[in-house]
């Protein structure tokens, strides 16, 4: 008979952040992902829970991609004495050489505004980590390739494909004492700009799939946001004032980018300056370029005839903060990218506090906005908001594209685990609010006929 192999969910299981998947057979301990639990605040005090696994206990870790709700524990994990290889794509990994030193800078920023405002019980707040954590992680990285199988441990063979989500993002299939686990990772939509639609891996025991949109259907397909686009942008031009778009750092921007200078090829819009205005767009913008083979064939025939997908005509990355300054001087149609993509911080602040009570502004939302952020109010009309302190009167134009999400909706998901190789003989789903992820099991035992159910917390499964 074959041995037992153990899957526990120590996070993402009944919401969508702080994915960690601990499998466990013989005597060895492989963790899949390592995420930062994030958004609400109960959610966020789980960081500073003890881990339900003893770190330094880990045989290895292996990453599905380099989003901060996969891989932002990471460095807490080595604080508490992991020192085993940590197993991601070469994409995942330069993306982490920004993301998790990011991670620790905000946590510094965070205990430094607990404590000024003695809003902490603790007494100092401290970080979870600190940057030193973050650069002994970087140090543990080992790359593996996609569409290959790799051996990381004794008798567990992993086989990641393209998620189509972010750079580097994998789905996983893993092949442990003869038992097949299937990981979706973070599922992306099909036929968007840049990456290849997510690749089908094999299936056989169990399927642990992600349920971000489990129960939505997208009115907007991904088809329709390039027209939009373009409508915003020949306002802009009549109004001649500058459109400002809040996007994060890693993805979205390079979309905007991929999605404008189309437009501009096409002759749909004139050429305008653009500015990417955030040092960590500017890098991860870097990355993208440096693993344009990861491309998919639409962009790859872009490049063949000698374009760039991502650079528009006139475009200026601004690294430094004098570059940033700059701009404010500027007059004219201008586009100007900056993060953070909810306005909670980052530069994306100085350009609307300068420009939201100008009647040329546009102000352009191409992400999602949670409910509290300055991001939020503004698309839902408020006429005030306040930026440092000072209330900003908004006379700006304020749109919203949507369709620009990084994850599939039901019929992606559902379309993804058709395509795979088998049929999954169990599913369990996570990283979705709890109704999402209820309903994603509902229609794959409905439609697909797969026992599936939502994974609890703290709960150990045997394959
Ligand atoms: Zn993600």
Not at 131 to 142: I, N, Q, V
């Amino acid at each position: 008979m074959a041995k037992s192999v153990r899957v526990s969910f120590y996070g993402a299981a009944g919401c969508v952040t702080g994915s960690k998947f601990l499998i466990e057979w013989d005597d060895n301990k492989l963790l899949v992902d390592c995420g930062l639990f994030q958004g609400r605040k109960e959610l966020r005090a789980r960081n500073w829970d003890k881990p339900e696994f003893e770190p330094h206990k880990l045989s290895a870790i292996i990453l599905t991609h380099a989003h901060i709700d996969h891989t932002g524990y990471l460095p807490l994990v080595v604080k508490h004495g992991f020192k085993g290889p940590i197993y991601c794509t070469e994409a995942t990994k330069e993306l982490l050489g920004l993301l998790l030193p990011d991670s620790a800078h905000l946590q510094k920023e965070q205990a430094r505004y607990m404590n000024k405002h003695k809003l902490s019980k603790h007494k100092p707040a401290k970080p979870l980590y600190e940057l030193k954590h973050a650069k002994e992680t970087l140090a543990l990285l080992k790359t593996i390739p996609r569409d290959q199988e790799t051996r990381i441990l004794p008798k567990c063979v992993v086989t990641p494909r393209c998620a189509g989500h972010i750079l580097g993002s994998t789905n996983m299939f893993f092949e442990i004492e003869g038992k097949g686990i299937t990981f979706s990772g973070d599922i992306g939509r099909y036929e968007t700009p840049i990456l290849p639609n997510p690749a089908p891996n094999m299936v056989g025991d169990l399927l642990i799939c992600e349920s971000t949109y489990g129960n939505r259907e997208r009115e907007v397909r991904t088809g329709e946001v390039p027209s939009h686009l373009e409508k915003v942008i020949k306002g802009v031009v009549e109004k001649r004032g500058p459109l400002i778009i809040p996007a994060f750092a890693i993805g979205r921007t390079q979309t905007l980018l991929y999605e404008l200078a189309k437009l501009e090829r096409a002759g749909k819009i004139p050429t305008l300056p653009v500015f990417v205005d955030s040092p960590m767009a500017v890098d991860a913008t870097r990355i993208y370029r440096k693993f344009k083979h990861d491309f998919d064939d639409d962009s790859q025939e872009i490049m063949a005839a000698g374009e760039n997908p991502l650079l528009t005509e006139n475009i200026r990355f601004c690294r430094d903060r004098k570059d940033s300054k700059s701009i404010n001087s500027l007059k004219g149609p201008r586009i100007i990218i900056s993060a953070s993509g909810m306005m909670t911080g980052g530069r994306i602040l100085h350009h609307m506090k300068q420009n939201l009570s100008k009647e040329e502004t546009t102000a352009l939302f191409v992400g999602y906005q949670a409910e509290g952020t300055r991001g939020r109010d503004l698309i839902e009309g408020e006429k005030e908001i306040k930026i440092f302190g000072e209330k900003v009167q908004v006379r700006a134009e304020v749109e919203k594209i949507n369709g620009l999400s990084a994850h599939g909706d039901k019929l992606e998901l559902k379309s993804w685990i058709e395509g795979c190789d088998g049929t999954p003989a169990k599913a369990k789903i996570v990283h979705g609010e709890p109704e999402a992820a209820s309903a994603f099991a509902d229609l794959l035992y409905k439609e697909l006929k797969i026992d599936s159910s939502s994974a609890k917390h703290g709960e150990t499964i045997e394959v």
